[in-house]
């Protein structure tokens, strides 16, 4: 009797098992955009989640003082021109009947010399009272606008040298109270903990079709999918290409190492 032995090709090819480890949707180091001493430094809100709280305090005592005096001197710039603005308005009209009398006086056979004279005179000096006023105008309005930016400037720099995070999560504090920062300098690391994130390293044959392909975690059939693939080789894992799976966040704790498989 002979026997055969009968070689079958698996029906099913499985799939690579991975295991990622639950991240933070995304996490970004803030940096100083200013040169300030470090006023505050809230140590009791690090390794929490923030809600809606201030948790590094630049010193800018001097920007609020310059800001108010800044915002007083646009009211009275604002003020002044207003007031020459009417003077502007009365000089026009002294200077159209000025203008009026040169001219009807200037056709006169009668009218001497001086009485033209005497007229034109005070026509040009209508004028250039009114030129004056309105270059003065100009000016005050040229004022007004730096005076402005410069409002704007110092409500910006004091904006940045509040630390403020809406539901953030602090995973660590980088700087101490009674520092001194420069732009640049790294203020405190941040993690947006509303959603989470695998990690995960695929080889090339996994990427077929992986738009279609169902996402395991711990054997369990979900209905994620691979949101994003680096078509680009990994610099570390040179025959890899990284892609994310977005999750929920967990209801515990970041950082749990999850199965995943991709088939």
Known sequence: MKIFLLLFTPLFIFAK?????????????LKSAVSALVMEVDLEAEGSMVTSKRVIHLDDGLDKVNLEDSKKSVVLLEKMLNINEEIATS???????????YHRISKLSTASKTQKDNAYGSFTSAKTQYLGIREK????????????????????SIAKKSVMLENKYLYKLMVRKGDFVNP???????EDASRAKLVLFLEPEELEQIEQKIVYLDGEKTEYKVNKVWRVADEKFISSYRAEIYIPAPENSFSKLVKVEIK
């Open 17 to 29: 098992v991975h295991y990622a480890k639950v991240e933070p949707y995304d996490s970004v180091v």
């Open 91 to 101: 000089l026009s009209g002294t200077v159209k009947r000025q203008e009026g009398y």
């Open 137 to 156: 105008i100009v000016s005050l309005e040229k004022q007004i606008m730096d005076m402005k930016y410069k409002v704007a400037q110092l409500i910006d």
């Open 184 to 190: 640049g300098s790294a203020l405190a690391q941040v």
